[in-house]
């Protein structure tokens, strides 16, 4: 059996995460894994004994590193981006198997040197959101395979920029990867624009406009007093192609996408566009700033 650790509870997903693995009773439940959640470090004492707890998790760590040599892989869930390079360095260090929740980082920076520090002591290491692994999304890529190439595209979904949590890049994380999975690496530029501020934080709707060297664009579309969904439209060469995605599966399909590449599976994220996508969200953020086209290779 893997036994798994987890950096951080104040995310929901570390509870998502452990019930797929720890509770038989749920209905995300996925037998045969043959993994499980036997430890977990929280930096919220109350809320880590609430996850522990919840999902019969034995162990709770009185420190980050206090799991080494106790499991065969962590998965580090904490919120903020920003301090996921310092929690999972030593697990690195220690080849300890890997997976970073979205976001890998903040800064582009910390993303190069995890993927780093990953391929120099040979560990598997993936990060991604779940959303991306979602059936729907699955299909709606190998749809829009049909399209003749994709030449412009919109994912729209939830995200702001005035959070604790890392800015944009916490939530748009999710629509940056479904437009890095469907079209690809390889985005020369990014150029945002943020509307009138409609909450109490002042977080407006935001668009960024991604392009590629060969013309093809994408546009993000953050959205903040829109209903919660994710939707996707392709406009391709020969065809064009609109869903509304149903991510009621993701954390299941992404877990199962998780186990195999933390035993030595293929890595159904590559390093680039891992890198990729927080070199994205700092260009938007960047952009914001200084109210202009940002190309990532600044980044």
């Not at 059996?1 to 797929?20: P, Q, V, Y």
């Not at 970073?100 to 993936?126: G, N």
């Not at 944009?168 to 501020?197: D, K, R, S």
Request: negative net charge; aromatic residues 6%.
């Amino acid at each position: 059996m893997l036994k798994i650790g987890i950096l951080g509870s104040d995310n929901s997903h570390a509870e998502r995460f452990s019930e797929i693995l720890n509770r038989p009773d749920h209905a995300a439940y996925l037998p045969g894994a043959d993994a499980k959640v036997v430890a977990i470090w929280g930096a919220e004492p109350e809320r880590t004994q609430q996850v522990a707890r919840d999902n019969l998790i034995e162990t709770i760590a009185a420190t980050p590193e206090a799991m080494l040599g106790q499991v065969d892989a962590v998965f580090c869930v904490t919120r903020h981006g920003g301090l996921h390079l310092d929690l999972v360095r030593p697990y690195l260090q220690a080849g300890v198997p890997t997976f970073v929740d979205k976001p890998l980082a903040i800064d582009p920076a910390d993303a190069r040197e995890i993927v780093e520090l990953a391929a120099a002591t040979h560990t598997p290491l993936t990060s991604f959101s779940t959303v991306r692994f979602s059936a729907d999304a699955q299909r709606f890529f190998a749809d829009a395979r049909q399209l003749g190439g994709i030449r412009a595209a919109i994912y729209s979904g939830p995200a702001n920029r005035r959070n604790p949590y890392g800015g944009i890049l916490f939530y748009a994380i999710h629509c940056i990867e479904l437009l890095l999975m469907n079209q690809g690496t390889g985005v020369q530029w990014v150029q945002a624009i943020e509307g009138p501020g409609i909450d109490a934080a002042g977080n407006g709707n935001l668009i960024a406009t991604c392009a590629w060297a060969d013309g093809a664009t994408a546009t993000l579309q953050c959205t903040v007093d829109a209903k919660y969904s994710f939707q996707i439209s392709a406009l391709g060469a020969k065809e064009t192609l609109h869903t509304v995605l149903d991510i009621s599966d993701c954390y299941r399909e992404g877990m199962k996408q998780i186990l195999a590449c933390l035993r030595g599976g293929d890595n159904p994220v590559s390093p680039a566009q891992m890198i990729e996508a927080i070199q994205i969200g700092a260009a938007i953020e960047r952009s914001l700033a200084q109210g202009k086209r940002i190309a990532l290779s600044e980044l």
